[in-house]
């Protein structure tokens, strides 16, 4: 996949912790119906898919390293 498939990516390892639910509403306030965003996080973000899912996402998560994870939101709509 080129870098263009993850140009709407946020990198949670950057954030922090008091920070992840803010920053990560304020960038899906700006996905629209049918569109997408990608998360990073380096770890298995099992603790958002509640949270994720009430802002109105579905997730997949992809396991890319041992201490990389992606995380597909696909907006429902």
Known sequence: ???GFF???IDLRKV????????????ASGVESNGSMWLVS???P????DFLNQLGFTVQTFAVARDEF???LGRIG
């Open 42 to 44: 380096d770890h298995d």
């Open 46 to 49: 099992l603790e958002l898919h």
């Open 70 to 72: 992606w995380i597909f």
């Open 7 to 9: 140009h709407n990516a």
């Open 1 to 3: 996949m080129g870098a």
């Open 16 to 27: 922090e912790g008091h920070l992840l639910h803010p920053t990560i509403a304020n960038a």
